[in-house]
């Protein structure tokens, strides 16, 4: 089992910025790929962006790029988003998630075996 609970959501101007953390306790931290994904009123959860156990790998979603950087800690066991240029569209409800083990990577929700509760991100215009 892994435990994962997310923290620094809150509401924001547009260009704004946020970093959400994501900390992790249970099993080794370090043997899992991390993503984050999101949720907003209405619509799908979607990937976000993802990285490698290593945190030598990250992916991002076409909607990020250039705007949100994944990160690791591994000592800390926790995982990292930075958000710059925060817009209006990204105010949903942040999730990390682990990969199942063994896994390299996927923007898939289902694949991913353990979830943090969520963390409210609001972008005002």
């Known amino acids: 089992q892994v435990q994962l609970v997310e923290s620094g959501g809150g509401l924001v101007q547009a260009g704004g910025s946020l970093r959400l953390s994501c900390a992790a306790s249970?099993?080794?931290?370090?043997?899992?790929?991390m993503g984050w994904f999101r949720q907003a009123p209405g619509k799908a959860r979607e990937f976000v962006t993802s990285i490698s156990s290593s945190g030598l790998n990250t992916h991002y979603a076409d909607s990020v790029k250039g705007r949100f950087t994944i990160s690791r800690d591994n000592a800390k066991n926790t995982v990292y988003l930075q958000m710059n240029s925060l817009k209006p569209e990204d105010t949903a409800v942040y999730y990390c998630?682990?990969?199942?083990?063994?896994?390299?990577?996927?923007?898939?929700?289902?694949?991913?075996?353990?979830w943090g509760q969520g963390t409210q991100v609001t972008v005002s215009s």
């Open positions: 998630a682990a990969l199942k083990y063994g896994s390299t990577w996927s923007p898939q929700d289902s694949d991913y075996s353990y």
């Open positions: 249970g099993r080794t931290f370090s043997n899992f790929v």
